[in-house]
């Protein structure tokens, strides 16, 4: 987990923070899965929709489980959304960052962010560490 937030930290998105922890568990190149999930980052191109740990988290369970049948995966993505919502409350970068707007300080702003987001890479990681995410 620290892993992830180092990455998050030193300026990878957090997409890229999360699949870059799980690196080992795959034969890939990892400036090929940085650059694969480069974009995800901000709710997807900084568009404020699926928050990028979640995106990350969806990248790893589908390496993990590329021999299984579709219907295997999806359950796993559900289980692993439906669990992420529970800690988080949200999926969508926009939400689970909205009170930020609120705020009138920029570094205010960007502390709130840093935790919101460091809080959704951790839970990030736990889940794909999980037994509720590995069984099927």
């Not at 999930?37 to 489980?65: L, P, Q, W």
């Amino acid at each position: 987990m620290n892993d992830a937030v180092n990455y998050f930290n030193n300026g990878y998105t957090c997409s890229q923070a999360i699949v870059k922890t799980f690196k080992n568990e795959f034969n890939i190149d990892e400036k090929i899965l940085e650059a694969i999930s480069y974009g995800f980052g901000g709710g997807m191109g900084k568009s404020g929709n699926i928050c990028g740990a979640v995106s990350g988290g969806i990248m790893v369970i589908g390496m993990r489980n590329m021999n299984e049948k579709k219907d295997i995966v999806y359950k796993k993505v559900n289980k692993f959304i439906s669990e992420f919502k529970k800690i988080n409350g949200e999926t969508s970068c926009t939400k689970l960052l909205e009170f930020s707007n609120e705020l009138s300080e920029e570094e205010e702003k960007n502390k709130f962010k840093k935790k919101i987001c460091t809080n959704c890479i951790k839970s990030t990681v736990e889940l794909l560490n999980s037994q509720l995410i590995l069984t099927k």
